[in-house]
């Protein structure tokens, strides 16, 4: 089993910035992809971003592309999510997840490739 934690999330006006961070704990995450979704209410989730834990190689949804960033602590097995120019369309719930063995470098963007999920955090964003 994986332990998933996310923390970080709050209320902050237009243009500001937050960070998040999600905590996976319980098995090795050499072979893992750790992705963020999203989902706002009365919307499907989405994939927000996604990085690949032993290469490095990230990923992001169209609408937060050249505002948000994935990163890695390898050290804390913590992943980091910095959204910057936050707007009010990034309102929602965001929750971290981890698939646990992707062979390959590639990295799924639909949540059925994810087997394991935190809570969630809010995050909303007032204009």
């Known amino acids: 089993q994986v332990q998933v934690v996310e923390s970080g999330g709050g209320s902050v006006q237009a243009g500001d910035s937050l960070r998040l961070s999600c905590a996976a704990s319980?098995?090795?995450?050499?072979?893992?992809?750790l992705g963020w979704f999203r989902q706002a209410p009365g919307k499907e989730r989405e994939f927000v971003a996604g990085?690949?834990?032993?290469?490095?190689?990230?990923a992001y949804g169209d609408s937060v592309k050249g505002r948000f960033t994935v990163s890695r602590d390898d050290a804390q097995n913590t992943l980091i999510l910095q959204m910057n120019s936050l707007k009010p369309e990034d309102t929602a719930v965001y929750y971290c997840?981890?698939?646990?063995?992707?062979?390959?470098?590639?990295?799924?963007?639909?949540?059925?490739?994810?087997?394991?999920w935190g809570q969630g955090t809010q995050v909303t964003v007032s204009s």
């Open positions: 990085i690949k834990w032993n290469s490095g190689n990230t």
């Open positions: 997840a981890v698939d646990l063995f992707k062979a390959d470098d590639g990295i799924e963007t639909t949540e059925g490739a994810y087997n394991y």
């Open positions: 319980g098995r090795t995450l050499m072979m893992a992809v």
